[in-house]
Each structure stands twice: as structure tokens, then as C-alpha cells.
């Protein structure tokens, strides 16, 4: 279970940032637990626990593979993201994920200012081979890390379903390769699930590679022509930020759905107030 480095899972992971100017979030912690499957069947489950604090954020997030196929791979993952809200722009500090199967297991630790990577350690290192495409000073600017991007500050029209929601590039950079998410608008529709009750708005994506992916995969081919990718968002009550609630991937061997069974969030408390 890579978390961060196959174009599949990367996709998977970002469908999911945005960087508008709005104005500056007020205060909500999050739990929110998410379903993932292949091909209706189902594979785990995902938790995503977090706050909003004025002009900051945390995030955490752990999923775990369970029943036949988690007995063979033993695949799950972790990850935590923090950072600051500048002018309405979210601007990432700290981004760690690790990952693990049965065979091996991999850690990415990055450190951010100015939506740019200034320290970046991955253990073990990705393995060079000769269809990489090579990782430039410039594929690490004005980029974010996959777990900051499920927050997306939009504008107060976008929050109750529209364009406003979608119709945007998402620059991502995962440690391991540099791609865009090109989302557009498809349409809104209403949701019921344990902690919310409303509209949601629903993105289709594309995954664009830049750099630090391996060209001649197939894989790779199939993602960048991928037009079965889509991303549903809802509001975080007493915020100006969306959060995806259900994210679809068709994958080489059948299509793959991560899916919020509860979504909760407590506006204006913040997630100091709910460690105590």
C-alpha cells in the first residue's frame, strides 16, 4: 500500500486541493471515517481527524486493508499534515506519510514555507531507473502535499453545490513526483450520511504527470488518460473549506471508491478543546 509514489494511489489520495483566496476560516475539529472498495467489494477503512484554528490546521489520517486482502499484504498507512491559512491560501509546513505492506515499507518527511519544499527526506530513497523523469528545483514550488489538499477553501458561493467548487488545476507534489489534478464541474447532488445532511458538489479530475514518474509504465499511460476519476466535496460547517466525501478511481483492474460513512465536525471548536 504506497501511499505516495504510484500514479493510481496519488490520484486516489488528490483529487482534492485548492488555493483560492477567500476569507480567513473560523474554527471546527473533524472526524470523519471513510469505507474503501474495488469493484464493490470492500478493502478497509480510512479515518481522518483534524482541526481548523483560526489561521492554522492539522490533519491526520491512518487506513487500514482488512479481511482476505489485508491478511496477505498487511497493508495500511499514516500520515500528518499542519499548517497555516495566509490571506485565504493554505500554505502546508509539515507533511509526514508512511506506508507498509508485507514485503516492504516506506517513510516521506517534508518541510514547507511558501507553498515550496525546503527539506525533503524519503527512507528508503526511490530506486532510479532509466524511464524516471527527472525531479527539477521548480517541480517543488508553488505545490502541495497530498493531505493538506483535502482541505479546499472556496467561496461562499461554492459551498452549497456549483462551479465555484470545481473548475480548478491542483498543483501536488507527494515527495516522489510532481503532477497536476485538473477538476471541473459535473454537477451537485444531495447526500444523507451519519453527520451530514446536504449538498455536495461533484468534480470530475484528470492526472497530469510532470515529473518524477516512471514513463514507459503502462500504468502511468492509463492514468494520464484516465477520464474516470471524480471527487464529491461538502462544507466544513463554520469554515470557508470543502472536504471531499466520496472519491472515485477507475484503476487498471477495476474501479476503486473511498467513501465517507461519517462525517462530523464540530464548528467553532477547535481541536485543541477536543484533546481535552
Given at each position: 500500500m504506497k501511499l505516495a509514489l504510484s500514479p493510481a494511489s496519488s490520484a486516489f489520495?488528490?483529487?482534492?486541493?485548492?488555493?483560492?483566496?477567500?476569507?480567513?476560516?473560523?474554527?471546527?475539529?473533524?472526524?470523519?471515517?471513510?469505507?474503501?472498495?474495488?469493484?464493490?467489494?470492500?478493502?478497509?477503512?480510512?479515518?481522518?481527524?483534524?482541526?481548523?484554528?483560526?489561521?492554522?490546521?492539522?490533519?491526520?489520517?491512518?487506513?487500514?486493508?482488512?479481511?482476505?486482502?489485508?491478511?496477505?499484504?498487511?497493508?495500511?498507512?499514516?500520515?500528518?499534515?499542519?499548517?497555516?491559512?495566509?490571506?485565504?491560501?493554505?500554505?502546508?509546513?509539515?507533511?509526514?506519510?508512511?506506508?507498509?505492506?508485507?514485503?516492504?515499507?516506506?517513510?516521506?518527511?517534508?518541510?514547507?514555507?511558501?507553498?515550496?519544499?525546503?527539506?525533503?527526506?524519503?527512507?528508503?530513497?526511490?530506486?532510479?531507473?532509466?524511464?524516471?523523469?527527472?525531479?527539477?528545483?521548480?517541480?517543488?514550488?508553488?505545490?502541495?502535499?497530498?493531505?493538506?489538499?483535502?482541505?479546499?477553501?472556496?467561496?461562499?458561493?461554492?459551498?452549497?453545490?456549483?462551479?465555484?467548487?470545481c473548475n480548478r488545476t491542483l498543483a501536488i507534489f507527494d515527495g516522489a513526483a510532481r503532477y497536476d489534478i485538473k477538476l471541473s464541474y459535473s454537477g451537485t447532488r444531495e447526500i444523507k450520511i451519519d453527520g451530514y445532511s446536504g449538498p455536495v458538489s461533484v468534480c470530475q479530475a484528470r492526472y497530469v504527470p510532470i515529473a518524477g514518474h516512471r514513463s514507459l509504465r503502462p500504468s502511468t499511460k492509463f492514468m494520464a488518460e484516465n477520464k474516470e476519476i471524480s471527487t464529491w466535496l461538502a462544507p466544513v460547517a463554520g469554515t470557508n473549506m470543502m472536504l471531499p466525501v466520496r472519491i472515485s478511481v477507475k484503476t487498471m483492474i477495476g474501479t476503486a471508491v473511498i467513501e465517507a460513512s461519517s462525517f462530523k465536525v464540530d464548528p467553532g471548536v477547535t481541536a485543541t478543546a477536543t484533546r481535552n
Amino acid at each position: 500500500m504506497k501511499l505516495a509514489l504510484s500514479p493510481a494511489s496519488s490520484a486516489f489520495i488528490a483529487a482534492l486541493m485548492l488555493a483560492l483566496p477567500v476569507q480567513a476560516a473560523q474554527a471546527a475539529s473533524l472526524d470523519a471515517t471513510y469505507d474503501v472498495s474495488l469493484l464493490g467489494l470492500s478493502l478497509g477503512k480510512a479515518n481522518l481527524v483534524g482541526g481548523i484554528e483560526g489561521g492554522s490546521y492539522k490533519l491526520d489520517a491512518n487506513a487500514k486493508l482488512t479481511g482476505l486482502v489485508g491478511s496477505f499484504t498487511g497493508g495500511r498507512g499514516s500520515g500528518t499534515a499542519t499548517g497555516n491559512l495566509n490571506g485565504g491560501r493554505l500554505s502546508p509546513a509539515t507533511f509526514a506519510v508512511s506506508s507498509a505492506n508485507s514485503s516492504e515499507s516506506r517513510t516521506v518527511r517534508m518541510a514547507l514555507g511558501g507553498n515550496a519544499v525546503q527539506a525533503l527526506a524519503i527512507e528508503p530513497p526511490i530506486d532510479p531507473k532509466p524511464d524516471r523523469v527527472p525531479l527539477k528545483d521548480e517541480h517543488q514550488r508553488n505545490i502541495m502535499d497530498p493531505l493538506s489538499a483535502f482541505l479546499m477553501p472556496v467561496e461562499a458561493s461554492g459551498r452549497n453545490g456549483g462551479t465555484a467548487a470545481c473548475n480548478r488545476t491542483l498543483a501536488i507534489f507527494d515527495g516522489a513526483a510532481r503532477y497536476d489534478i485538473k477538476l471541473s464541474y459535473s454537477g451537485t447532488r444531495e447526500i444523507k450520511i451519519d453527520g451530514y445532511s446536504g449538498p455536495v458538489s461533484v468534480c470530475q479530475a484528470r492526472y497530469v504527470p510532470i515529473a518524477g514518474h516512471r514513463s514507459l509504465r503502462p500504468s502511468t499511460k492509463f492514468m494520464a488518460e484516465n477520464k474516470e476519476i471524480s471527487t464529491w466535496l461538502a462544507p466544513v460547517a463554520g469554515t470557508n473549506m470543502m472536504l471531499p466525501v466520496r472519491i472515485s478511481v477507475k484503476t487498471m483492474i477495476g474501479t476503486a471508491v473511498i467513501e465517507a460513512s461519517s462525517f462530523k465536525v464540530d464548528p467553532g471548536v477547535t481541536a485543541t478543546a477536543t484533546r481535552n
